[in-house]
């Protein structure tokens, strides 16, 4: 079931949301996949658009956010949470609402004879 700001038109404006419940559904991780497409179906200039862009700043931002993913230690998990917060303040600031949910993965193997 999904619901909320869907759809043509769309107000413009902040606090918009989507929710999509898949609660009563059986997923696979690892064949799950989204796609969001935001339209204001106005035609943009790439160029105009690519010049807006602070190339050093981008570069330097992704520097600090890419690292360990290492779940099990410690200095990843710092580094982890870090950037959780970076970008969890970061979208607050410009208006959109943060929430986190649980997610909890099992992995079943099969079993060999």
């Avoid at 497409?37 to 943009?44: F, G, N, V, Y």
């Avoid at 931002?61 to 230690?73: S, T, V, Y």
């Avoid at 998990?77 to 943060?98: I, M, P, T």
Wanted: proline fraction near 6%; aromatic fraction near 8%; glycine fraction near 6%.
């Amino acid at each position: 079931m999904t619901f909320g700001d869907i759809g043509y038109p769309v107000v413009p404006g902040k606090s918009k949301k989507i929710v999509c419940n898949y609660s009563q559904i059986v997923l696979d991780p690892a064949n799950l996949k989204f796609l969001l497409i935001a339209d204001d179906l106005h035609d943009t200039d790439i160029g105009d658009l690519l010049k807006q862009v602070d190339t050093p700043a981008l570069i330097t931002l992704m520097k600090e956010i890419a690292g360990p993913r290492n779940f099990k230690d410690s200095k990843s998990q710092a580094h982890l949470e870090a950037v959780r917060k970076y970008l969890q303040r970061s979208f607050k600031e410009d208006g959109l609402e943060v929430s986190r949910q649980p997610f909890n993965m099992r992995i079943t193997r099969p079993r060999t004879s």
